[in-house]
Nanobody, 127 residues
Framework: QVQLVESGGGSVQAGGSLRLSCAASGRTFSTYSMGWFRQAPGKEREFVGAITRTESNIYYADYADSVKGRFTISGDNAKNTVYLQMFSLKPEDTAVYYC?????????????????WGQGTRVIVGS
């Protein structure tokens, strides 16, 4: 079993930055896919970005168009943690952010591909 715990959410003014963390515990995998999703009030959960580690220890990332160029995903295997660095935040980025994970490499944008989910961390961007 895998547990994912997000942290780093909070309130920030438009144009500001935040870094979210997703710490994994329990089973660990040599290859994995981790995704970030967000859900704003009254809206469906949407894809933000994903990162995958291959058997060759190469990382690949994918981002939603709405965050491309502003958000960056990275991983620290020593800490079993994945990060979502967010720059130039906009009020429309306000949401609860969730990390999700699955064993095996690949970049997945749909929630159904992920087996493990964190509890979410709230981000509020003021105008």
């Amino acid at each position: 079993q895998v547990q994912l715990v997000e942290s780093g959410g909070g309130s920030v003014q438009a144009g500001g930055s935040l870094r979210l963390s997703c710490a994994a515990s329990g089973r660990t995998f040599s290859t994995y896919s981790m995704g970030w999703f967000r859900q704003a009030p009254g809206k469906e959960r949407e894809f933000v970005g994903a990162i995958t580690r291959t058997e060759s220890n190469i990382y690949y990332a994918d981002y939603a168009d709405s965050v491309k160029g502003r958000f960056t995903i990275s991983g620290d295997n020593a800490k079993n943690t994945v990060y979502l660095q967010m720059f130039s935040l906009k009020p429309e980025d306000t949401a609860v952010y969730y990390c999700a994970g699955r064993e095996g490499s690949g970049l997945y944008r749909a929630t159904r591909f992920y087996a493990y989910w964190g509890q979410g961390t709230r981000v509020i961007v003021g105008s």
